[in-house]
């Protein structure tokens, strides 16, 4: 079982910079792609980066060169930087990782609880 818990959410003002953090725990034997999405209010939940443990990286259009997403393995950690923030960045921003169990060999997905993210003026 894999526990994520998401961090650095918050308000900021367009043009802003945000930094996300996710953290993987629990029993695990390795975590492999970790990723970012998020859902507005009332939206559908979006692909918004997500990179392999070997540090391969995908972008939803909207956000490539505005947010670099970057991960520690040894921390079991993801992050996502944020630059030149939109109001239709606004969002609450999910972490997803997927890991395998330490006594069987079957990979799994989980999500993180969520962090809200307002940009705003």
């Known amino acids: 079982q894999v526990q994520l818990v998401e961090s650095g959410g918050g308000l900021v003002q367009p043009g802003g910079s945000l930094r996300l953090s996710c953290a993987a725990s629990?029993?695990?034997?390795?975590?492999?792609?970790m990723g970012w999405y998020r859902q507005a209010p009332g939206k559908q939940r979006e692909l918004v980066a997500d990179?392999?443990?070997?540090?391969?990286?995908n972008y939803a259009d909207s956000v490539k060169g505005r947010f670099t997403i970057s991960r520690d393995n040894a921390k079991n950690t993801v992050f996502l930087h944020m630059n030149s923030l939109k109001p239709e960045d606004t969002a609450v921003y999910y972490c997803?990782?997927?890991?395998?169990?330490?006594?069987?060999?079957?990979?799994?997905?989980?999500w993180g609880q969520g962090t809200q993210v307002t940009v705003s003026s």
């Open positions: 997803n990782a997927d890991g395998r169990s330490t006594w069987f060999s079957s990979i799994k997905n989980y």
């Open positions: 629990g029993s695990f034997f390795s975590i492999g792609v």
């Open positions: 990179i392999t443990s070997g540090g391969i990286t």
